[in-house]
């Protein structure tokens, strides 16, 4: 995988593939993308596109259709039309695309006016992405396709045409989801959560995970991570305060949350906003200069 910078475009190199992998099945594209609160266009190309929410949650636009995206989704649309992806905070995207008639024959809902929604595809995709990953070098065509049947397969018969796959979601989720984005900074925890949605908090947990993959705790740390590194790209507040402020029990424990989300610790991450900062108020003098 080539590392542009610590938030920046992560892209696996993939080997070309020929005309029989390209006709069959060929995987073309595999990249994560970070997006931080920018509308990232995405233009038209031969095939189809897999988009899923690694870290944070946004919304997929294409053509009349708009389409909400949380972690553990996954979303394929066919690369004929421009996709626009709009996050409402710093999140990081998964990005594959493939073509050839396997694909089309799998995702052969997808048009020029919608797409398939697959509420649980998120994991399969973010798995598929970690494997073409796992080397430094260039993934071999053979391998890359191997890898995208396998994915193709876990995602066969679970979508649903356009939107309305995303409609299924039991209100309780709705509930959840929508408490979670508003209330991270001051909800205690699950068992909170659970009572404020007077239900059981394995009864939450378990519907929970079923319509986006991951649970209602790791979610909730997601979100409180996201606002964050908002907090420390500003670079003017201590780790204490940021803590604090996004609902984490101690610094400590936001400390070892953070670095196994973002890959540095909290001081890191704010250091490197401040640099940017300065890099950028630099280069602001030389223009008026």
């Not at 066969?156 to 509930?175: F, K, N, Q």
């Amino acid at each position: 995988m080539q590392h542009k910078n610590e938030i920046g475009l992560q892209e696996i190199q993939l080997e070309a593939p020929g005309d029989f992998l390209s006709e069959l099945l060929g995987v073309v594209e595999a990249a994560v993308i970070p997006l931080d609160g920018v509308v990232r266009e995405l233009p038209a190309a031969h095939g189809w596109r897999l988009i899923a929410p690694l870290e944070g949650s946004l919304r997929a636009a294409c053509g009349e259709l708009s389409l909400p995206l949380e972690p553990g989704n996954a979303f394929a649309v066919g690369t004929e039309d421009e996709v626009s992806l709009l996050p409402a905070l710093p999140c990081r995207v998964g990005l594959l695309t493939v073509c050839g008639s396997v694909a089309d024959k799998v995702l052969h809902a997808c048009s020029a006016q919608g797409g398939l929604f697959f509420p649980r595809g998120g994991e399969a995709v973010s798995r598929t992405l970690r494997m073409l990953s796992s080397g430094h070098k260039r993934v071999p065509a053979r391998e890359a396709s191997e890898l995208g049947y396998s994915l193709l397969m876990s995602l066969y018969g679970t979508g649903s045409a356009g939107p309305a796959g995303r409609h299924t979601m039991p209100p309780v989720v709705e509930a959840a989801l929508g408490i979670i984005r508003r209330d991270y900074a001051f909800l205690e925890g699950i068992a909170e959560l659970a009572e404020r949605l007077e239900v059981s908090q394995e009864y939450l947990t378990r519907c929970f995970c079923k319509y986006t993959g991951i649970t209602p705790g790791k979610y909730l740390n997601q979100v409180r991570i996201e606002n964050a590194r908002l907090l420390l790209r500003q670079g003017q507040h201590s780790i204490q305060f940021v803590s604090d402020a996004c609902g984490f029990a101690n610094a400590n424990y936001f400390a070892r949350v953070f670095r196994q989300s973002v890959g540095v610790n909290p001081r890191e991450y704010a250091r490197a906003g401040r640099e940017e900062a300065l890099l950028i108020s630099e280069e602001d003098r030389l223009y008026v200069l």
